[in-house]
């Protein structure tokens, strides 16, 4: 995956992370995966013994599953799971998180990766925002981005986040597309809430749009016929 740096404020920087998954509204089923969890042996990711063994197939199905395929490539069968917490909220396999849980940056255990923890490139993304690709950038003891929560648009449904983890670091101050090694990740959905628009304004200097669904006229004249006929129903059996 390749990112382009560039050292300018927030809302100039998350508008050049390069993105090659188109903008859709996904919502991993986290009952399947749990079942799926429960038949293998796998309860929950904090099972060591079995996470070691097992937590990268699973990684790589929950990809999949939540469109992260095409964008992630061949890569994605070597990808390891990353531990990752907002607060006391564990962020496994596609795990949904409010905002308000999301408002301060997440703290990731790299053990399973192996090495030094300052030779590691994290990044928070999401290829659904039209306001903000890239949430988040430390490379070593250098934040490159500061960090801005989640902000899923009022009325568009669950976001996809990808926290992502490469091997190596980007030198502070270049601007040219740098491609590190992809070595492991972690993904979770979030969908609208009051904070979202505190977020908007305060870190990217933009308005909270609010979406909503147009239904057609012939639509909108069923369903108040239907609520006229309910209601009329409803007045006739309070004297029964």
């Given at each position: 995956?390749?990112?382009?740096?560039?050292?300018?404020?927030?809302?100039?920087?998350?508008?050049?992370?390069?993105?090659?998954?188109?903008?859709?509204?996904?919502?991993?089923?986290?009952?399947?995966?749990?079942?799926?969890?429960?038949?293998?042996?796998?309860?929950?990711?904090?099972?060591?013994?079995?996470?070691?063994?097992?937590g990268a197939m699973f990684l790589e199905r929950s990809?999949?599953?939540?469109?992260?395929?095409?964008?992630?490539?061949?890569?994605?069968?070597?990808?390891?799971?990353?531990?990752?917490?907002?607060?006391?909220?564990?962020?496994?396999?596609?795990?949904?998180?409010?905002?308000?849980?999301?408002?301060?940056?997440?703290?990731?255990?790299?053990?399973?990766?192996?090495?030094?923890?300052?030779?590691?490139?994290?990044?928070m993304t999401t290829p659904d925002s039209p306001d903000?690709?890239?949430?988040?950038?430390?490379?070593?003891?250098?934040?490159?981005?500061?960090?801005?929560?989640?902000?899923?648009?009022?009325?568009?449904g669950f976001y996809r986040y990808l926290i992502s983890?490469?091997?190596?670091?980007?030198?502070?101050?270049?601007?040219?597309?740098?491609?590190?090694?992809?070595?492991?990740?972690?993904?979770?959905?979030?969908?609208?809430?009051?904070?979202?628009?505190?977020?908007?304004?305060?870190?990217?200097?933009?308005?909270?749009?609010?979406?909503?669904?147009?239904?057609?006229?012939?639509?909108?004249?069923?369903?108040?016929?239907?609520?006229?006929?309910?209601?009329?129903?409803?007045?006739?059996?309070?004297?029964?």
């Amino acid at each position: 995956m390749a990112l382009r740096r560039c050292i300018t404020p927030a809302r100039s920087c998350c508008t050049r992370f390069l993105s090659n998954t188109p903008t859709s509204d996904h919502l991993v089923n986290l009952e399947d995966i749990h079942k799926e969890w429960k038949n293998s042996g796998l309860q929950h990711p904090r099972a060591p013994a079995r996470l070691k063994s097992h937590g990268a197939m699973f990684l790589e199905r929950s990809l999949v599953h939540a469109g992260f395929g095409k964008q992630l490539g061949d890569k994605i069968n070597r990808l390891k799971p990353v531990e990752v917490t907002f607060g006391d909220k564990l962020v496994d396999f596609g795990t949904i998180i409010t905002p308000t849980q999301a408002l301060q940056p997440p703290k990731l255990d790299l053990t399973s990766l192996g090495g030094d923890g300052n030779n590691y490139t994290v990044t928070m993304t999401t290829p659904d925002s039209p306001d903000c690709r890239l949430h988040w950038c430390v490379s070593g003891d250098a934040t490159l981005q500061p960090y801005i929560p989640p902000t899923p648009l009022r009325g568009t449904g669950f976001y996809r986040y990808l926290i992502s983890v490469y091997q190596g670091t980007i030198n502070e101050g270049e601007e040219e597309v740098i491609s590190l090694p992809l070595v492991g990740c972690v993904h979770f959905q979030c969908s609208w809430d009051g904070s979202v628009g505190r977020t908007l304004a305060r870190d990217l200097g933009v308005d909270e749009k609010v979406y909503v669904v147009q239904r057609s006229k012939k639509i909108e004249e069923d369903a108040a016929e239907r609520l006229f006929k309910r209601r009329e129903w409803e007045m006739k059996t309070e004297f029964m």
